[in-house]
Every structure is written in structure tokens, then in C-alpha cells.
């Protein structure tokens, strides 16, 4: 099976090779990485196509205005041609290289339409101090549980039948897109109990529990429009799970010592899709 990886870039220079090596040293070989980049005006394109040799044929690349971090990532998944779809940040890179070959290898022991992992959170200066652990196993989206999105990989039919991401939504399309392939009890993933992805948290901030409060709400808004019942108590619950994260040690087999940097996080996510 073919795995297409989209990553969307804008000003990514500083991070984007670790995410290429991090593709390139997968010892599973049979991919397509897809760059979506929002006409970065530093030299994010220049390190892509530098990379294009060793991709041996396998890379694609767009460098066009877009209207934020989601439109990328539509047009990736339009782009794509591949069985599996996944999406790997431009600040971000694979726990590990077998990542690609232990997802291969869940899609066809389990046949599932879907699989998803751990998440690490790490140090945004040289993503070698871990901050969090996202432990994604398996939960119920009414009990405030939700996949980490990053690790999530789908067969190409699935966002056919779900749809792409809502571009209304500025900071939680992922939140909405994953509620809405929940609500489809047709559809059946299977977690991997592995770390799968790091991913850099931003720097320290004195605006993230407002970038965190901003989330909550446009995620709440997710859940009124898909219909989801009791809305305010999975709200809470989320805060909860949230919670419990950040003062939780790690359970990662392979990393220690987690420091909690959730707020940072988000308000990251949220700087990244509003300055494209």
C-alpha cells in the first residue's frame, strides 16, 4: 500500500529539513510526500527542492497563496494518490523510523479504515526535551476523548466519504473533521500503542491560556453544528483529560520525565494557521 504525506509549510525554513529526514529515513520506502506551501517568502521551497534527488521521485511540491493551514491540507489530500493519507507538520518529524512500517503493518493485520497513536510533545529549540505525552488509546468523543491528530492515518476513501476539512473553522477543522468521521460508526481504527510523531510546542507565552480558551470555544461550536449531545459536558470533560495530561507522568516506553507545556501548544497552533 501507498502512503501519501502531506506537510504544509509557510515561513518553515528553520524546521523543515527534520521533517524531510524524518521521511526519508523511514525504512518503509513506499510513500509520496506531498509539500503544500502557502508562498513562503523565506527559503522553505529552496530546502524542499534540494531534497527532491534523494526523494527519487517521490516528492511533490506546490508554493501558492492559500487561505490558511486547513486550505493547505485540502489541497494536499486532492493531490494525493496514495491508499493512506496522513499529514506530518513542517515543524514536526516521526518518533522513530519504523513509524510509516508499523502503520503498513496495522492496516493489514487489523483491515481497519484507520489507525492513530501517541503524540510527544517536544522543545521547540532542538526537539530533544520532551514537554508531554498524548496518549491516544482508544476512548469514546462523549467522554471528551479524541485521537491526536498528527498520528492520524486514513485510507483515501475515508476522506471521501467524510469530506475535507471546514475552512469556517480557523483553529480546530482537525477537531471538527475527527468528530464528524466519529460520528460514522462505519468506520473502524485501530490505535497503535507507540509513540508516533514529535511535535515542537512553541515557545513560553503569557497569551496561552487565551489561546487555549479560544480553542474551547470554537470546539465547542464543532460539537453544537455536528449535533453531538451534551456538548458544555464534553467540554469539560476535555478540560479534564487536558488536565490530567499535564500533571501525569509519562507513560511513553522510549521517553521520561514529561513536562507539561499544553497552553504553549496551543496557542502555537493557533499562531501557525492565522499569520498564513
Not at 25 to 47: C, L, P, R, W
Not at 67 to 88: E, F, H, Q, S, V
Not at 168 to 179: G, K, L
Request: glycine share 6%; hydrophobic share 35%.
Amino acid at each position: 500500500m501507498k502512503i501519501s504525506i502531506i506537510t504544509a509549510t509557510f515561513q518553515s525554513a528553520k524546521t523543515v529539513k527534520d521533517t524531510l529526514e524524518s521521511v526519508l529515513g523511514q525504512t518503509y520506502t513506499n510513500f509520496e510526500h506531498i509539500i503544500v506551501d502557502g508562498a513562503s517568502k523565506d527559503n522553505t521551497m529552496g530546502i524542499v527542492k534540494s531534497y527532491e534527488k534523494a526523494y527519487g521521485g517521490r516528492l511533490k511540491y506546490i508554493s501558492e497563496k492559500d487561505t490558511g493551514l486547513y486550505d493547505a491540507m485540502n489541497k494536499g489530500i486532492k493531490m494525493a494518490t496514495g491508499d493512506i493519507i496522513g499529514i506530518l507538520n513542517s515543524d514536526d518529524k516521526y518518533a522513530h523510523q519504523d513509524v510509516l512500517q508499523e502503520i503498513i503493518n496495522t492496516f493489514e493485520k487489523t483491515n481497519c479504515d484507520g489507525t492513530y497513536g501517541n503524540l510527544i510533545f517536544m522543545d521547540a529549540e532542538t526537539m530533544s526535551k520532551p514537554q508531554r505525552i498524548w496518549n491516544s488509546k482508544e476512548g469514546k468523543l462523549e467522554q471528551g476523548w479524541i485521537p491526536a491528530h498528527p498520528t492520524l492515518y486514513l485510507k483515501k476513501e475515508v476522506y471521501d466519504k467524510i469530506g475535507l476539512f471546514n475552512l469556517s473553522y480557523r483553529i480546530v477543522a482537525d477537531y471538527d473533521f475527527m468528530v464528524r468521521m466519529l460520528k460514522d460508526k462505519t468506520i473502524h481504527l485501530s490505535y497503535i500503542d507507540d509513540d508516533l510523531v514529535h511535535m515542537r510546542v512553541g515557545g513560553v507565552s503569557t497569551d496561552g491560556i487565551k489561546g487555549y480558551y479560544k480553542n474551547l470555544k470554537e470546539a465547542h461550536k464543532v460539537l453544537v453544528a455536528n449535533q453531538i449531545p451534551h456538548p458544555y459536558y464534553i467540554d469539560f470533560r476535555r478540560c479534564i483529560r487536558t488536565i490530567g495530561q499535564m500533571l501525569k507522568k509519562s507513560e511513553s516506553k522510549k521517553i521520561n520525565n514529561i513536562a507539561p507545556d499544553f497552553l504553549q501548544t496551543q496557542e502555537k497552533k493557533e499562531n501557525t494557521i492565522l499569520e498564513r
